[in-house]
């Protein structure tokens, strides 16, 4: 008697589709921090004072490289 996969199958399909979800939720909120410091340099902030935000959005970019890596890593 073969082995009844498909609650396995469906939790992978649904486990792809949040991966894919917090990759895209990641790379937006990088995206909008991104472009409220575009606007306050744009607007005389200094990039000095705006550094904690730019090393924060490269903390998401590097969160969300690591995920879509681990995902890529595990077909």
Not at 10 to 34: C, F, H, M
Not at 44 to 63: C, F, R, S, Y
Not at 64 to 74: C, G, I
Request: negative net charge; hydrophobic residues 50%; proline residues 3%.
């Amino acid at each position: 008697m073969a082995a009844d996969l498909s609650g396995d199958i469906q939790t992978v399909k649904d486990t792809e589709g949040v991966v894919d979800s917090a990759t895209a939720l990641i790379n937006s909120i990088a995206v909008r921090v991104q472009a409220g410091i575009d606007a306050a340099l744009a607007n005389g902030a200094t990039a000095d004072q705006l550094q904690p935000l730019t090393d924060e959005v490269a903390a998401l970019k590097a969160k969300s490289d690591a995920l879509a890596s681990a995902v890529a890593a595990n077909p």
